[in-house]
């Protein structure tokens, strides 16, 4: 009670304050009124829907929506904040000089400037129409993102070969079947030899992908389809009436992955096998930094095959490749990724920016890293969770082309 106590009296404090710029621009009543009033709205869906209780401790679609557009409100109140309060320093100033120094009778402070407002206001538009456009339109944005990796030791057979990569599913998250229909379009439009899924298939539970079992069956590359779980998929942010009840929750979420179509890799290996070559899919259960599931076991994973072996490892958490990869002897040539989702939040330019409040949690935390030879992608995701959008970091859907010999030849 006391926190929801002080975040009241904080939102109500920020709201009057932004006020003052609306009041400074325009005097019609209305416009008035219908801040406050959505002020109130927002404020007020917000507490309903995070005092009702919820089958899992990761946001249902209508707290997530609630969350996102008090975010949306919340970004005019942050922005207008320092830029008033800049104005306000300043006006006192002003009144003070007047007073002590100019020696008037009467404390004078200026009046607020309405351009001041209205710069305040025009900043304070950008990130809260950006917010609302990731909601509506930006969480099913979705992009191919290709990449061509080059590797001394590929086998000659698999010279050219393709997969495709997606991972954060977030079935329980989802609401367009339309847009997800298309997306599922846009992987078989790839016609990549190998699909490879990351993990996190749901939020809370296995059911929450029963809507989605026919259109995600519909995938289709050459050599089939491979996935790992990720940390929401064990049923992990719910508080189960019993642990039989959490086991058998896991047990349907990897029976409907193989109605799909998808071969469950658990701490195990497949080899994929090509005009006498051969190349190892590797996958790991969640191993993840910090209070993450540390489910994953590289060395079981690869006990049946060779070091020299080429080597695609699937694991969850891009901090498993610090963590244990990178430096292990059998060297994983790619290691595919997913987890952070980019944050859902940032700014790419190819060539020039890339940037994201992930970068502050994880070293790699999208696109494709090297070191010691070795390279990860970490996939964006593919659906999304809690803020019910995405901005500048869109839904993505990876394709990764392999090249026998040197990036320089």
Same mark, same amino acid.
């Given at each position: 009670m006391t926190r929801w106590i002080i975040f009241i009296i904080i939102y109500i404090l920020l709201t009057l304050y932004a006020f003052q710029a609306i009041k400074t621009v325009?005097?019609?009543?209305?416009?008035?009124?219908?801040?406050?009033?959505?002020?109130?709205?927002?404020?007020?869906?917000?507490?309903?829907?995070?005092?009702?209780?919820?089958?899992?401790?990761?946001?249902?679609p209508a707290k997530s929506y609630a969350l996102g557009f008090l975010l949306s409100f919340m970004s005019i109140n942050l922005v207008l904040l320092p830029i008033l309060l800049g104005e306000d320093i300043i006006r006192g100033f002003y009144g003070l000089y007047d007073k002590f120094i100019a020696k008037n009778e009467v404390l004078h402070v200026p009046s607020r400037r309405k351009f001041i407002s209205q710069i305040g206001l025009g900043l304070a538009a950008i990130p809260f129409a950006s917010l609302l456009y990731g909601m509506v339109k930006g969480k *099913?944005?979705?992009?191919?993102?290709? *990449?061509?990796?080059?590797?001394e030791d590929l086998p000659d057979a698999f010279d050219g070969y393709k997969l495709t990569q997606i991972s954060d599913i977030h079935s329980g998250s989802f609401d367009n079947k339309?847009?997800?229909? *298309?997306?599922?379009?846009?992987?078989?439009?790839?016609?990549s030899d190998i699909i490879l899924f990351t993990g996190d298939m749901v939020n809370n539970k296995a059911s929450e992908m029963l809507p989605w079992k026919e259109t995600f069956g519909r995938l289709k590359s050459k050599d089939?389809?491979?996935?790992?779980?990720?940390?929401?998929?064990?049923?992990? *942010?719910?508080?189960?009436?019993?642990?039989?009840?959490k086991k058998k929750n896991l047990q349907d979420l990897k029976d409907i992955q193989k109605e799909i179509g998808f071969d469950l890799l658990l701490n195990e290996h497949r080899y994929l096998e090509k005009d006498g070559d051969k190349i190892a899919i590797v996958g790991v259960e969640n191993w993840g930094k910090g209070g993450f599931k540390k489910a994953g076991d590289l060395k079981k994973?690869?006990?049946?095959?060779?070091?020299?072996?080429?080597?695609?490892?699937?694991?969850?958490?891009?901090?498993?490749?610090?963590?244990?990869?990178?430096?292990?002897?059998?060297?994983?040539?790619?290691?595919?990724?997913g987890h952070t989702h980019g944050m859902q939040f940032g700014i790419e330019i190819p060539g020039w920016i890339k940037w994201s409040p992930a970068k502050w949690r994880y070293n790699q935390w999208a696109g494709i890293y090297e070191a010691l030879g070795q390279y990860i992608n970490v996939n964006r995701g593919f659906g999304f969770l809690a803020y019910p959008g995405r901005v500048g970091i869109w839904p993505e859907i990876t394709v990764i082309e392999l090249k026998k010999g040197s990036k320089e030849a």
């Open positions: 325009t005097k019609q009543s209305w416009l008035h009124y219908l801040f406050l009033g959505l002020a109130v709205i927002v404020v007020g869906n917000f507490i309903i829907q995070f005092t009702v209780s919820s089958e899992g401790r990761v946001l249902s *099913y944005n979705f992009r191919v993102l290709n *990449y061509t990796l080059h590797f339309e847009k997800i229909e *298309y997306a599922i379009d846009l992987i078989n439009e790839q016609q089939g389809k491979y996935s790992v779980l990720g940390n929401h998929d064990y049923g992990d *942010y719910v508080d189960w009436n019993s642990a039989a009840e994973a690869s006990s049946q095959i060779s070091s020299n072996d080429f080597k695609i490892l699937m694991t969850h958490d891009p901090s498993h490749w610090d963590a244990e990869v990178v430096n292990d002897d059998y060297h994983y040539h790619l290691t595919l990724s």
